[in-house]
């Protein structure tokens, strides 16, 4: 291997939904793959994790492509990446795997190619939006709701134990007691709607577990394209009939942000970023997540004071829980900087919480680094170890504030 530009994203976190679609991709098509190159259209982060599935289930011949000619010549760790337009002259060698997120133009650009989908090419649907409109719909009452992002959702890549946090809080708690609604990236607002149209037009729980997660606060949600969830906001207004006019109002917006965005740093691994290094990379993150200055006046903080709000007038009864953060690494990478600047952050929503009558669990320091995704993952993602300890420990504060 020369001095080809390595484009990998060091991923250490799957999505359990995409590992179970693609386990499902495996079982339906599986032989179609045997003798053939693998060809993963999409040299990111997604790329990198569906590289990640294939030797996990034994695959080893496999080749990258991107329409992206920045990245062609270079390699996904010991995989090349190659021009489209030489895979073209492969059809009768190769399978294509879609890898981005939304893979529509790329399925396009096959056929018009010449590869015929679900034969030559495949995009694999982890149909996540259809499981959330489906348990968001549905109408067995549950004494508790409950709202995360990918820390509910999301596995080390070297688990062997593959159960979810939010799996592992239904499973042990009962499905006829929680309901977990969580899905990666979402912000408060998009929280509050939710709730505010579950409450009003499905049914209204007894109580709701909102994870506070620090990075949520930091004034960016709104300019990411993978925090918008514009189809599903717009799927759940449709699925309370238009009836509740913030879930309507907010589903216009983000379909509005995503039309606008061009670019989002945190799909595609660009050389600039490459050249940086992995560690100076890691500290920007961690200092953009963690160690900003909370303002308490974004619209994160102003949705979680509706959504605070919300609960009082309807007597639900709340509890706020911060994850645990990688702060071994942190202190690493920052030194006790960062744990002047985290903490402020944290303060500052438990001043809120107190005001407002609200409980709140701070797991901030709860596990060491060898409870996360990888010892050096800079954000919530847990491995099964993490997850086991977290899950009994946030059962108990629920059982503590008498929810169930």
Not at 157 to 168: A, F, Q, R
Not at 217 to 235: I, W
């Amino acid at each position: 291997m020369g001095n080809e530009i390595n484009f990998a994203w060091p991923v250490t976190t799957v999505c359990k939904y995409d590992l179970s679609a693609f386990e499902n991709f495996l079982q339906q098509y599986g032989g179609l793959l045997k003798g053939k190159k693998i060809v993963i259209f999409g040299a990111g982060i997604r790329g990198t994790q569906y590289s990640l599935f294939l030797k996990r289930f034994g695959y080893r011949d496999i080749l990258f492509t991107d329409n992206n000619m920045e990245k062609v010549g270079g390699r996904i760790n010991e995989f090349p990446i190659i021009p489209a337009d030489e895979v073209a002259g492969m059809k009768n060698e190769i399978v294509i795997l879609v890898s981005l997120e939304n893979g529509t133009a790329i399925c396009r650009q096959l056929k018009e190619m010449g590869f015929e989908e679900n034969r030559q090419f495949f995009y694999i649907d982890n149909h996540l939006y259809d499981a959330y409109e489906e348990k968001f719909c549905r109408r067995r009452r549950t004494d508790i709701l409950l709202f995360g992002d990918c820390g509910m959702t999301d596995l080390s890549v070297w688990d062997k134990e593959c159960t979810s946090l939010g799996e592992m809080l239904e499973q042990e708690l009962g499905k006829e007691r929680l309901k977990v609604l969580a899905i990666h990236a979402m912000g408060m607002r998009a929280y509050y709607t939710i709730f505010k149209a579950h409450c009003l037009h499905i049914y209204k729980p007894r109580g709701v577990v909102l994870m506070a997660n620090l990075e949520v606060f930091t004034g960016k949600q709104h300019l990411l394209p993978r925090s918008q969830h514009a189809g599903l906001m717009e799927r759940l207004d449709r699925a309370v009939g238009h009836k509740e006019p913030e879930l309507e109002e907010y589903a216009q917006i983000t379909k509005e942000r995503f039309a606008n965005f061009t670019n989002d740093y945190f799909t595609s691994s660009d050389k600039a970023l490459k050249e940086m290094g992995q560690k100076t990379n890691e500290k920007m993150i961690m200092k953009l997540n963690y160690m900003f200055r909370m303002d308490m006046e974004n619209e994160c903080i102003v949705y979680l004071k509706k959504f605070i709000r919300f609960c009082r007038e309807e007597e639900i009864k709340l509890l706020l829980f911060i994850p645990p953060v990688n702060y071994e690494y942190a202190q690493e990478l920052w030194g006790d900087a960062f744990r002047e600047k985290y903490e402020k952050n944290v303060n500052a929503l438990a001043e809120l919480a107190k005001e407002s009558g609200t409980a709140m669990k701070d797991f901030s320091y709860f596990l060491p680094r060898s409870g996360f995704a990888d010892v050096c993952t800079i954000d919530e993602t847990l491995n099964w170890e993490g997850r086991r300890a977290l899950a009994d420990s946030l059962k108990e504060k629920i059982r503590e504030e008498g929810m169930i």
